[in-house]
């Protein structure tokens, strides 16, 4: 786990109307089954999405993000969206950087999760381990 106060990515700064030169609290873990990464998460916490009811997120350590969204039934989901990644960008590269062999691309999906005024958006990236039995 990985988790560092930095700029997101342009897209992301877009989706979360923050404005891209603003720094965000960005957390990044790989998940793993049957002892093999799965998939790397992503996720960017805006400083002003800190407070309140989600003060709490920025200080969770090895806890998981998602129990800590869905614990709650006041906070919504956007509908999911999909990407495919390629080698050049930067969610691919940091996946991929444990990986040996790696794919022509990868999968991801994201969504954007609110509570009252404050927002937060998850992405995650599936490695080509989840696919093997």
Wanted: charged fraction near 20%.
């Amino acid at each position: 786990m990985r988790v560092n106060k930095e700029k997101p990515i342009i897209d992301e700064a877009l989706l979360l109307n923050l404005p891209i030169y603003k720094t965000a609290l960005i957390r990044e873990v790989l998940l793993f089954g049957n002892h093999q990464p799965v998939v790397f998460a992503h996720s960017v916490l805006p400083r002003a999405s800190l407070r309140g009811a989600w003060q709490g997120l920025g200080k969770l350590g090895n806890q998981p993000l998602g129990a800590a969204l869905f614990a709650n039934p006041k906070v919504k989901r956007a509908p999911l969206s999909y990407k495919r990644l390629f080698p050049s960008h930067i969610l691919y590269q940091k996946a991929t950087q444990h990986l040996s062999d790696k794919p022509a691309y990868l999968w991801a999906r994201r969504s954007v999760f609110s509570l009252n005024c404050a927002t937060i958006l998850v992405t995650e990236v599936f490695l080509p381990q989840l696919l093997l039995k």
